[in-house]
């Protein structure tokens, strides 16, 4: 059977050609030029290698026939064994900038006809991204990782933003994430949104495609997933924690991992980015979530070395050897086609080869020398090895494959529809993470039932869904014009938009949609808007019409990302009986005929397709149906008790309604509210949709809360009227205290609220919110200063004691930050003091206490939108 492979000078470092420069996983774009690609018409040492990609850029300026200058890589075969994929990348422009430069496309070559083909013909789309790793799916299909991103950007428009390729959670780079296209380079699309890269995929026999993910923003962690090939059903699947170690660039991961005839995985064992080569290991992922985690809890451990020798990863030298690919063979022989160089020693002064004997082993004069990379069938039976293509120095022979026919995997059809959402059902929100909530003593039952647990008293009380804000490259933010603010004072990275709030019902089950095709995570609220869940964040997605199980999704934390579906532990909720209405509660069909629910059927489903009972609009009017529906998000927190029927609890009447609305943001006044609420698209107050986002910058929305004149019935004249106040007028870092003579004058000097630029950077109050800082008091004259950390003498300057150590001053004392970054929970410093019987009790509505805290959770950043510029209004 014919075999292909790739040949390539040994990649060395352009200013140190001594050094060797290792094949980082997470630097796909990599450009190492001298590769080619080779067929044998045999897989045996004497059959000779033809060139295939030799012609491929023999009409650019740049190609140098006598040494070729492109690159190549990610050689996948058809399973008729008939086609080759491949990446190639064409050679470099002398004095181009990087933009300009030739980006990697994907070539397919006919092994009958001798035709090689670039899959995307048009210059202009090609070119539109980087293209790497395609693999052949059942029905002819591609799918490749590209940092194209073809949804994502095109969604930017949406989000008011330029179209521009999202980098990496790093800024780094460019992110790759997984698409599809036809077999002639047409129909397009991105089927993952990960922030990060998702790369190196393959088809398994059941018809998903395997991957390796990047969770950068949860835990820096690569590890295993798998989708369906439109893109439905992302899971988790193998290795987050048995792949990731301290520190995380010594972590061993997989390396382009491939299926086995008998269904484990196969992959190269190394280093994320050190070393040319690792060993070579076999995972049953099967029957196990981690190495030592088994699914159905047989013990024993998932990963298995293939090779009869020690390999070692943790060094840069292997007695051994190390290994640079593999590619298992589906003829039943139990072989493998492998890329493999043994270990040599030379000898540092004069550069004499000898072998890793122990006579040469701990030799001073000896180091490891070059690795020699040749083509070796290795059978796994009997541990025995023979050559295919014998090695050369300089260069490197790898990433083998063999071009036999194989059984096409399973076809999986396409379920996505024409929706620009999808639908997220949660069975309970307490089967995950959540702030002084125990699962194991939480009496659901008591929980559920409004007869016997009041609404206020439940800890979930809403879901929050955030999306990622994509990361755009300093050359985008360079293009903006000065009066652009969000790209100044703010670190880019981690920026967060809010879709929107659901409730979560009395068992904590959600059924809500969410706009398809963005990367967002859930949080769970307390009563006030507070989060109270722990989880880490791993972005989930949702393809257009696809409905998501979230058994588990609740469960992520530092140490487990989003579950897999066939180890995920059965819900806290069983769901309803069947037959009987839920206890405590009566629901309805539109003619008021009571309905129960379906065996199984959590609350949230139930409600989505019944009535519930209302009270009249006038006093002692009947009760009117009100419709349940699949609860879209609303950018507001709407609480509307529709669970408690009092004729089942006497003496229980329902719980009150709440609304904390933006259009309240500025009492009796909605012009001025619907100005100040952080939409981009105002009409979402009104009717959400999938464009709709809250996006938070403290210039244009949080600033103007400590400015804006209100009224409160504990601020009055000495006659006893309501005295118009804001609260920059004590906390205005006076140099006086002419204006403030009240008692709380110690504490309102140690807040400054006003707008003023600190130091040319961002706004003094964001500074003084969220950071420590020295204490102030007032001087003998009245005057407002900082109290210096060391005595002073006479001219200013520091007092010292015998050993010339500045004598700290008794009186200093330090003020802690206000807020708790991240935490609005965690704030009770700030937000106590609003509370009843607090000292500013009133001085804030419910809707403005709502955006604070939403604007803290979402990490308090100075702009969540790098291209928004300061609002004209606020000036």
């Given at each position: ?143 490749f990782s590209s940092t194209r991103q073809t949804r994502s950007r095109g969604m930017l428009l949406d989000d008011n933003k330029p179209q521009y390729t999202a980098q990496e959670e790093g800024n780094d780079g460019p992110a790759f994430v997984l698409h599809v296209m036809d077999n002639d380079g047409t129909n397009i699309q991105q089927i993952t949104y990960n922030q990060s890269h998702d790369l190196q995929p393959t088809v398994l026999d059941n018809g998903r495609i395997l991957f390796v993910r990047w ?299 969410v706009p398809a095709d963005i990367a967002f995570t859930i949080e769970v609220l307390d009563g006030e808007g507070r989060r109270i869940s722990n989880n880490a964040t791993y972005w989930m997605q949702l393809r257009p019409g696809e409905r998501r199980e979230c058994n588990g999704c609740l469960n992520t934390s530092a140490t487990q990302p989003v579950s897999r579906a066939d180890i995920v532990p059965d819900s806290i909720n069983p769901g309803a009986a069947g037959g009987v209405a839920f206890p405590g ?132 004249d000495e006659l006893g009227n309501l005295r118009p106040f804001n609260c920059i007028g004590c906390h205005a870092g006076s140099t006086t205290i002419a204006d403030v003579t009240n008692e709380n004058l110690t504490g309102a000097i140690q807040l400054n609220l006003t707008r003023a630029p600190r130091q040319n950077t961002e706004m003094v109050s964001y500074f003084e919110l969220l950071n420590a800082r020295p204490g102030r008091e007032v001087d003998e004259v009245g005057n407002v200063v900082t109290v ?88």
């Amino acid at each position: 059977m014919p075999v292909a492979f790739i040949d390539r000078p040994l990649p060395t470092d352009e200013d140190d050609p001594e050094t060797l420069l290792p094949l980082d996983i997470l630097d796909p774009a990599a450009f190492n030029p001298g590769a080619e690609i080779f067929v044998k018409p045999r897989a045996t040492a004497l059959a000779a290698a033809e060139n295939i990609t030799h012609e491929a850029f023999i009409a650019t300026d740049e190609f140098d026939p006598e040494a070729p200058n492109y690159d190549a890589k990610d050689l996948s075969i058809h399973p008729d064994g008939d086609r080759l994929l491949f990446a190639l990348r064409a050679p470099e422009i002398p004095n181009a900038d990087d933009d300009e430069q030739p980006k990697w496309d994907i070539w397919e070559y006919h092994l009958v006809d001798k035709v090689l083909r670039r899959v995307i013909t048009s210059n202009i789309i090609a070119e539109a991204g980087h293209d790497v790793s395609p693999r052949y799916l059942p029905d002819d299909r591609i799918v490749f990782s590209s940092t194209r991103q073809t949804r994502s950007r095109g969604m930017l428009l949406d989000d008011n933003k330029p179209q521009y390729t999202a980098q990496e959670e790093g800024n780094d780079g460019p992110a790759f994430v997984l698409h599809v296209m036809d077999n002639d380079g047409t129909n397009i699309q991105q089927i993952t949104y990960n922030q990060s890269h998702d790369l190196q995929p393959t088809v398994l026999d059941n018809g998903r495609i395997l991957f390796v993910r990047w969770d950068q923003a949860g835990r820096n962690n690569l590890s295993l997933y798998t989708v369906n090939p439109d893109g439905t059903d992302l899971q988790y699947h193998y290795g987050f924690n048995s792949l990731n170690t301290t520190p995380r660039d010594e972590s061993l991961t997989l390396f382009r991992p491939q299926e086995m005839s008998d269904r484990r995985i196969a992959a190269i064992f190394k280093r994320r980015s050190e070393f040319l080569g690792g060993d070579m290991v076999v995972i049953d992922t099967e029957n196990f979530v981690e190495n030592e985690v088994p699914i159905n809890g047989s013990g024993g451990e998932a990963q298995e070395r293939i090779y009869h020798l020690d390999i070692i990863t943790d060094d840069e030298r292997s007695r051994n050897g190390v290994f640079s690919s593999l590619h298992p063979l589906f003829d039943g022989t139990n072989r493998l086609l492998v890329s493999w160089s043994q270990c040599r020693m030379q000898v540092i002064d004069t550069g004499r080869l000898v072998p890793c004997t122990d006579e040469w082993w701990e030799n001073e004069e000896t180091e490891i020398a070059p690795p020699l990379f040749g083509i070796w069938i290795y059978n796994m039976a009997d541990d025995t090895q023979q050559p295919v293509v014998l090695g050369e120095e300089g260069r490197m022979f790898t990433e083998a494959v063999i071009l036999e026919p194989r059984a096409a995997q399973t076809y999986i059809a396409p379920t996505t529809t024409n929706s620009d959402l999808g639908t997220l059902h949660i069975p309970s929100v307490y089967d995950g993470n959540l702030a002084d909530v125990n699962p194991d003593t939480l009496n659901l039952g008591t929980l559920a039932n409004p007869a016997q647990t009041a609404a206020a008293d439940r800890p979930a009380r809403f879901l929050r869904i955030v999306k990622a804000v994509s990361i755009a490259d300093d050359d985008v933010l360079d293009e903006q014009e000065d009066t652009v603010y969000g790209n100044r004072f703010n670190q880019n990275t981690g920026l967060r938009e809010i879709i929107g709030y659901t409730p979560v019902e009395p068992d904590g089950s959600v059924l809500v949609q969410v706009p398809a095709d963005i990367a967002f995570t859930i949080e769970v609220l307390d009563g006030e808007g507070r989060r109270i869940s722990n989880n880490a964040t791993y972005w989930m997605q949702l393809r257009p019409g696809e409905r998501r199980e979230c058994n588990g999704c609740l469960n992520t934390s530092a140490t487990q990302p989003v579950s897999r579906a066939d180890i995920v532990p059965d819900s806290i909720n069983p769901g309803a009986a069947g037959g009987v209405a839920f206890p405590g509660t009566q629901r309805f069909d539109q003619f008021g005929t009571p309905e129960t629910p379906q065996p199984g059927e959590t609350m949230a489903e139930f409600a989505a397709r019944t009535y519930f009972a209302a009270p009249g609009p006038q006093v002692g009017d009947p009760d009117v149906y009100v419709a349940g529906e699949l609860r879209e998000p609303t950018v507001d927190l709407l609480f509307v008790d529709e669970w408690t029927d009092p004729a089942l609890a006497p003496g229980r009447p329902r719980d009150d309604a709440f609304a904390y609305r933006y259009l309240d943001l500025v009492p009796g006044d909605s012009e001025q509210s619907t100005l100040k609420a952080p939409l981009k698209n105002k009409g979402c107050m009104d009717n959400w949709n999938s464009t709709c986002r809250i996006v938070i910058n403290y210039e244009n929305h949080i600033q103007h809360l400590w400015e804006r004149e209100r009224t409160s019935a504990n601020v009055v004249d000495e006659l006893g009227n309501l005295r118009p106040f804001n609260c920059i007028g004590c906390h205005a870092g006076s140099t006086t205290i002419a204006d403030v003579t009240n008692e709380n004058l110690t504490g309102a000097i140690q807040l400054n609220l006003t707008r003023a630029p600190r130091q040319n950077t961002e706004m003094v109050s964001y500074f003084e919110l969220l950071n420590a800082r020295p204490g102030r008091e007032v001087d003998e004259v009245g005057n407002v200063v900082t109290v210096p950390e060391f005595l002073l003498d006479a001219e200013g300057l520091p007092l010292v004691d015998e050993e010339g150590n500045p004598i700290p001053d008794p009186e200093y004392f330090e003020t802690p930050a206000s807020i708790a970054r991240g935490n609005s929970r965690g704030s009770g410093r700030f937000f106590d003091r609003f509370r009843e019987n607090g000292s500013h009790s009133g001085f804030l509505n419910n809707s403005e206490l709502k955006l604070l805290r939403e604007w803290i959770d979402l990490g308090a950043r100075y702009y969540q939108n790098p291209f928004d510029s300061a609002d004209p209004i606020q000036e």
